[in-house]
C-alpha cells in the first residue's frame, strides 16, 4: 500500500487515518464492516482490513464518533506501531503472537512464527 498511517487529532481525542500523496483518507472503523469477514485476498484491502482487527485490541481503543479512537497520543501511538508490525508479518501468526504484538511486543530482528 502506498498509504502509510498516521495519527490525527480531532477534539482531544486520537484517530489513525491512512494518508497518501492525496492528503488523509479513510479513518480505521469508521464503517462499522471495516475488518469484518474474511481476508480479502487484495493487498490495500487485506492491509486496512487487518489494521481494523488489531485497532481494537491495543490499549486504550474505544469507539469515537468517527471510527476508532485513543484518549492520549501515546496510546495511538502503541496502537500505530502495533499495527504496523502486523503489516510486516506474514499472514496466520498464532494467536499467542497476535495478542503479545497487540500489546506492545516488538519481534526480534529476523523471528518467525
Not at 500523496?21 to 486496512?48: F, I, K
Request: overall charge negative; aromatic content about 8%.
Amino acid at each position: 500500500m502506498t498509504a502509510e498511517l498516521v495519527i490525527e487529532e480531532i477534539g482531544n481525542i486520537f484517530y489513525l487515518c491512512w494518508e497518501d500523496e492525496d492528503g488523509v483518507g479513510a479513518t480505521l472503523g469508521d464503517d462499522p464492516e471495516d475488518g469484518t469477514g474474511p481476508a480479502p485476498s487484495d493487498l490495500d484491502e487485506y492491509e486496512h482490513w487487518l489494521a481494523c482487527n488489531v485497532a481494537p485490541t491495543t490499549g486504550g481503543c474505544i469507539n469515537g464518533p468517527r471510527g476508532y479512537a485513543w484518549e492520549t497520543l501515546h496510546e495511538a501511538k502503541q496502537a500505530c506501531r502495533a499495527i504496523n508490525i502486523r503489516l510486516k508479518l506474514p499472514r496466520g501468526l498464532p494467536t499467542w503472537a497476535q495478542t503479545a504484538i497487540n500489546a506492545g511486543w516488538k519481534p526480534p530482528k529476523g523471528w518467525k512464527p
